[in-house]
C-alpha cells in the first residue's frame, strides 16, 4: 500500500529455545552454570526469554559492547525498569527502580552520604562492629563465615545507615531482617508475581516483610519527631536516616522526603548493601584460606596497615565470585547496540560473570590473584561488580571500604584455613558459597 511505514527488521542474537517458563525456573535456580554454557555454545552475545512476559534479554560480555551500554543514553536505557523485579520489596521509588528525573533526585540525595568525607566518619564506627564481633571468636573455632560476615555487615547497615544503635531495637530487627534477605528460588518467583504472596509459603515471607516496614516506619516517626536541639536530635547525626530526614531543612532546595521514599531508600540499601558485601568477604576470606602463601601476606598485610592489598584481595574475590550476575538496562525504544538492531521493551545485560570470568581480559581467570589489581591495569568495563555508567552503584566506595576494614580485624587475631573449595549458590539475588565458607580459626 503506498506511503506505508515498513516495519523495521531486528536482530537479535541466537540463543536457547526453551520454553520461557522453564527457563525461567533454570535461570532462578542455576544460572550460574546456565549462562557459562550459553556462552560456550552462542559466544559473547545471546538471547533468552523469561517470565513474566515473556521479557527478552539480550546477555553481552565483549567490554566494547558493555561500554557501549553503560555509555548509552539514560533516557533510552532504562536502568529502573530492568530491576522491576525487585520492585515488590524495594518499593517504587527505590533508586535502583526509577528513572530519568526521579532517579536523578534519589541519586542526589543519597550521594553525600557516600562521599570521602562521610566514609571517614563512619570507619571508625565499622572497626568497633567488626572488632565486637571478632572478639567473639576462640583459638580452634569452626566459623561459619557468611553467617558471621552477615552479622557484622547487617550491624553496619543498621547502624551506619539507620542509625539504630540500641540493643534492644537492634536484637528486634536483625532476625527480621535476616529472614527477608534468605531466600531461594521459589520465594523469588512472588517478585515477578506478587499475588503469590497471599499464599503459603510466600504469605509468610509478605508477613516478615510488613513487620521490617513497620519498624521502619516507626524509627522514621520518632526520628522525624525529635528536636533538632535535644540530644535525640537530627542536628549532628551523620547516619543515613538522618540525613535525608534533614532533605528540605533550610539549606536545602529540595523538598522533604514523604515516609514512603524513605523507607523504600533504606530497604534499597539494605538489601544492596548487606548481603552483598557479605558474600564478598565470606568469598575473600575462603581463597585465602586456601592459599597459605596469599593468606601470609594479607596478615603482613593488616599488621602494617597495607589496606591497598587487602583490598586488591577483596577486589579479587569479587571478580573470581561474582555476587550480582549481570546489569540490566530495558531499552525505551528501538536502539542499535553493538551493530544490531534490537526492539523496545528488550533488556540488554552485561554480564557481570562472563566478564570477569574473560580470558582475555583476565589471564588465568580461574586462578585467584589479588596481584591483579595492584600490579596489571584492569582495562575498563571488565571489572564490574558495581555496574557502571550514571548509574553504578553509589555505595562502591563504602563496600570496599567496610570489607578492608573488616579484613584488617580479622586478620590482624586469626588466620584462617579453609579445607575444601565452596560451591555456589544463588540466595535472593546474590551468588553466596553454599555450604558457607567454613573456617578454620588459628589464633596468632
Not at 35 to 46: I, L, N, S, W
Not at 55 to 70: C, G, M, N, Q, Y
Not at 307 to 327: N, Q, S, T, Y
Request: charged share 25%.
Amino acid at each position: 500500500m503506498s506511503g506505508a511505514q515498513e516495519r523495521p527488521t531486528y536482530d537479535l542474537p541466537d540463543g536457547p529455545t526453551t520454553h520461557p517458563a522453564v527457563m525461567t525456573w533454570r535461570f532462578l535456580r542455576s544460572r550460574d552454570r546456565l549462562v557459562p554454557a550459553f556462552h560456550r555454545e552462542f559466544g559473547d552475545t545471546f538471547t533468552i526469554r523469561i517470565l513474566p512476559g515473556p521479557r527478552t534479554l539480550v546477555v553481552f560480555s565483549d567490554p566494547a559492547d558493555v561500554k557501549e551500554i553503560f555509555a548509552a543514553d539514560p533516557s533510552q536505557f532504562h536502568a529502573g525498569k530492568g530491576n522491576e523485579i525487585l520492585k515488590p520489596v524495594m518499593g517504587h521509588h527505590s533508586v535502583l527502580l526509577t528513572d530519568d528525573a526521579q532517579h536523578q533526585r534519589a541519586r542526589k540525595l543519597l550521594m553525600p552520604a557516600f562521599t570521602g568525607p562521610s566514609m571517614r566518619g563512619y570507619q571508625p564506627l565499622v572497626e568497633s562492629i567488626a572488632k565486637v564481633e571478632v572478639d567473639s571468636w576462640r583459638d580452634g573455632d569452626r566459623l561459619v563465615t557468611l553467617d558471621r560476615m552477615n552479622a557484622i555487615t547487617l550491624d553496619v547497615i543498621l547502624q551506619v545507615v539507620f542509625g539504630v544503635t540500641d540493643e534492644q531495637r537492634l536484637a528486634v530487627l536483625r532476625p527480621k531482617v535476616n529472614r527477608m534477605v534468605d531466600i531461594d528460588a521459589k520465594m523469588l518467583l512472588a517478585w515477578s508475581y506478587p499475588r503469590l504472596f497471599a499464599l503459603p509459603p510466600w504469605r509468610g515471607y509478605f508477613k516478615n516483610q510488613q513487620a521490617v516496614d513497620e519498624l521502619l516506619y516507626a524509627e522514621i516517626r520518632e526520628r522525624r519527631a525529635a528536636h533538632d536541639s535535644g540530644p535525640d536530635g537530627l542536628a549532628g547525626r551523620d547516619d543515613v536516616l538522618s540525613r535525608l530526614l534533614r532533605v528540605g531543612d533550610g539549606d536545602s532546595d529540595e523538598p522533604p522526603l514523604t515516609d514512603e521514599e524513605m523507607r523504600d531508600q533504606l530497604v534499597t540499601l539494605l538489601l544492596a548493601g548487606h548481603e552483598t558485601t557479605a558474600s564478598a568477604l565470606s568469598w575473600t576470606l575462603h581463597e585465602l584460606g586456601r592459599s597459605p602463601e596469599l593468606l601470609a601476606r594479607a596478615t603482613a598485610a593488616a599488621d602494617t596497615g597495607d589496606d591497598a592489598f587487602l583490598e586488591a584481595c577483596l577486589k579479587e574475590g569479587m571478580r573470581l565470585h561474582p555476587i550480582i550476575d549481570f546489569v540490566a538496562r530495558t531499552l525505551q525504544s528501538d536502539q542499535v547496540v553493538a551493530g544490531r538492531l534490537l526492539p523496545r521493551g528488550t533488556t540488554v545485560t552485561p554480564s557481570i560473570m562472563l566478564s570477569h570470568s574473560r580470558e582475555k581480559s583476565f589471564a588465568d581467570s580461574h586462578t585467584f590473584s589479588p596481584d591483579r589489581f595492584l600490579v596489571d591495569k584492569i582495562a575498563p568495563n571488565t571489572w564490574i561488580p558495581f555496574g557502571g555508567g550514571v548509574r553504578r552503584c553509589i555505595g562502591a566506595a563504602f563496600s570496599l571500604m567496610e570489607g578492608t576494614v573488616v579484613l584488617r580485624e580479622v586478620l590482624q587475631r586469626f588466620e584462617v584455613h579453609a579445607d575444601r573449595p565452596a560451591p555456589n549458590k544463588l540466595r535472593n539475588i546474590t551468588n553466596v558459597p553454599a555450604d558457607k565458607a567454613p573456617l578454620r580459626l588459628t589464633s596468632r
